[in-house]
């Protein structure tokens, strides 16, 4: 059975992907972050590059790594490099 991670992508992230927020199917065991960051990458490669310098937070707290497992109903967001003023 498959069920999905809501993936919430801010600044230039949202801009390669031209959306602010996907529902992505992951199998019922989860999935490696890398594997979520390889299949969006897939489905959007103008995210790619945002992937090399962003921070990645799951459920509200940053991954140390990226080898973490994502689960279905997890929140999985990607932080690109932002400033405002």
């Known amino acids: 059975m498959t069920e999905t991670v809501r993936v919430r ?7 390669a992907a031209g959306t602010a927020t996907l529902e992505w ?15 969006l990458a897939q489905a959007y490669p103008r995210l790619r590059p945002t992937f090399r310098a962003a921070r990645f937070v799951r459920n ?7 080898a973490e497992r994502v689960r ?13 003023g």
């Open 9 to 15: 992508l801010f600044a230039t992230a949202r801009e």
């Open 72 to 84: 279905p109903g997890d929140e999985f967001s990607v932080h690109p490099p932002y400033g405002g």
């Open 25 to 39: 199917p992951v199998p019922a065991g989860g999935m490696t972050a890398d594997a979520l960051l390889a299949a």
């Open 60 to 66: 509200g707290a940053y991954l140390a790594s990226t």
